[in-house]
């Protein structure tokens, strides 16, 4: 079992040298799989990509999970070993051309937290878990962008622990779902030992079938006019067919059948030995030909052709419009659409919304004159987002907006993004010590600080007079200073004041104090 008293993570390599030409224009993407770790880094140019390396390696983090949800220690450091590595091919890469994300394990996890700080200081990057339904929508447009087509698609990856389909147009997915059943869980389940029978896989088959009953009229061959399979079981089985001759590389129903027809044949994954089939994909292969076999029955797939995109390369085409959003607005970044919509659903006081932003963020610049754009940005959104909760009701709105941020479907922001802005939002209002955990990340506290204070600035519900009291930084203090004549005429606001540095008192965190000048 993991816990937070374990051995240490791997040594991590010498710090790299600094990022120099060769990492210019270069994007990196890591999918921590239930099954695999992969690394994928590439060149985006005029619309067009290129693969620099590749590397992958079969870790079956998802067969560490034990029926509690806790991920055992052997797991965990095949995991942090694997992420070592890649962190000696990245040297010198600067941190925001690379983006690291979790899945389904991860997902699952009871402590993934523990793992994750482990893997993160492995890896020397933040590690962010995602959503399924983010999951699927990084697919589709690491598919859409690699394999284009006007055609109404259907896209299915099955992972180790989750299996994402996806109907699009183009670039655009139009129903993405992820269902908690996968190539590792699946044959963990019913091949255990790695005997194959076909009592065995029918009783699979009939498994993911009630895993994916709920998705038949949504998936229905009615709604795409072609399939790719996109990743590991898809690719694995594509490849299989392929060498052994019985297609060009498309999996049908009968090549299905035929492939568990040589397992049974085998009885024993062990004995499995065809062309094509590498030694590594043996334990997991009976799970994952069980839910391509039910894919193809329930949603009537004749035809599923390997796809050439993924995962990967949907992190580093989602990574490069964020980048060009932060050199040019006039660029796109999903997540600024993302919370422009919660807010219609939310019907939130959007002119409120924005004069908390403008506020938090002026004062924070204040005291982080040099702050990174992404920690700016997570500050924007937290302000615009602040009082969705009210929706649900007045009381205590605090909480319910950060519930609704924490759990709401939010397209281009991962799970870690999500908790975080949660936090931030959590504390936006009344006692700190709910928060007090996340209050030891300084960087945090000083962002639900200068939110704190930006919505107590702008409490009457309308933009505080100008200029405003001056904010700065001496350690763990933070110092707000008004002149006497900003007091004077601002009580209410004075009284607010004092309350606020009553509230940072009783949490071992930063301390503010309130000065008066002149």
Wanted: glycine share 8%; aromatic share 4%.
């Amino acid at each position: 079992m993991l816990s937070q008293n374990l051995l240490p993570a791997p040594p991590a390599p010498p710090a790299p040298p600094s990022a120099g030409p060769s990492w210019r224009g270069v994007l990196a993407a890591i999918d921590i799989g239930s099954n695999s770790f992969r690394l994928e880094i590439g060149q985006t140019s005029r619309g067009r990509y290129r693969r620099l390396d590749y590397l992958k390696d079969t870790v079956r983090l998802g067969a560490g999970l034990d029926a509690d949800g806790l991920l055992s220690e052997e797991a965990a450091l095949r995991g942090l070993a694997c992420l070592a590595r890649f962190r000696t091919r990245l040297a010198g890469i600067p941190a925001r051309q690379l983006r690291a994300v979790a899945t389904q394990t991860l997902r699952e996890a009871t402590n993934r937290n523990a793992f994750l700080a482990r893997a993160s200081e492995a890896l020397g990057h933040p590690v962010e878990v995602i959503s399924g339904r983010e999951e699927a929508r990084l697919i589709y447009k690491g598919v859409a962008r690699l394999q284009p087509s006007d055609r109404q698609r259907l896209v299915v990856d099955i992972g180790g622990r989750s299996t994402e389909m996806i109907i699009g147009v183009g670039s655009t997915p139009l129903q993405a779902e992820s269902f908690r059943i996968g190539s590792v869980s699946l044959s963990m389940q019913y091949f255990p030992d790695g005997h194959f029978t076909a009592e065995r896989f029918q009783a699979a088959q009939i498994a993911a079938g009630a895993e994916l009953e709920e998705a038949l009229a949504q998936f229905s061959h009615q709604n795409w006019v072609e399939a790719l399979g996109s990743s590991g079981t898809a690719g694995a089985v594509s490849q299989l067919l392929v060498a052994n001759g019985i297609s060009d590389g498309v999996i049908t129903p009968e090549g299905l059948d035929w492939c568990i027809a040589a397992c049974l044949r085998a009885g024993h994954q062990d004995a499995l030995k065809l062309p094509g089939l590498k030694p590594e994909r043996r334990a997991v292969l009976g799970g994952g030909l069980a839910i391509l076999r039910t894919l193809a029955a329930q949603f009537g797939i004749e035809a599923l052709q390997p796809a050439r995109g993924a995962l990967r390369q949907g992190v580093i085409f989602d990574l490069e419009e964020r980048m060009a959003a932060d050199r040019d607005p006039a660029h796109h970044d999903l997540r600024d659409d993302t919370v422009v919509e919660l807010q219609q659903r939310f019907r939130v006081d959007v002119a409120q919304a924005r004069r908390v932003q403008d506020i938090a963020i002026r004062l924070h610049r204040q005291v982080q004159p040099r702050a990174a754009l992404d920690l700016q940005r997570e500050l924007g959104w937290a302000a615009a987002l602040h009082e969705i909760g009210m929706m649900v009701s007045h009381h205590d709105h605090h909480r319910h907006s950060a519930y609704l941020i924490g759990h709401v479907d939010a397209p281009g922001f991962s799970q870690t993004q999500q908790r975080r802005l949660a936090d931030l939002v959590l504390g936006h209002r009344g006692g700190l010590r709910k928060i007090e955990a996340a209050l030891a990340d300084p960087v945090l506290a000083q962002q639900v600080l200068v939110l704190r204070l930006a919505v107590l600035l702008c409490h009457a519900r309308s933009a505080p007079d100008l200029p405003l009291p001056q904010l700065h930084a001496e350690g763990r203090l933070t110092v707000l200073a008004f002149s006497a004549d900003w007091g004077r005429t601002h009580p209410r606001t004075l009284h607010l004041l004092q309350a606020e540095v009553d509230a940072w008192a009783k949490v071992n965190a930063t301390r503010l104090q309130t000065v008066q000048t002149g």
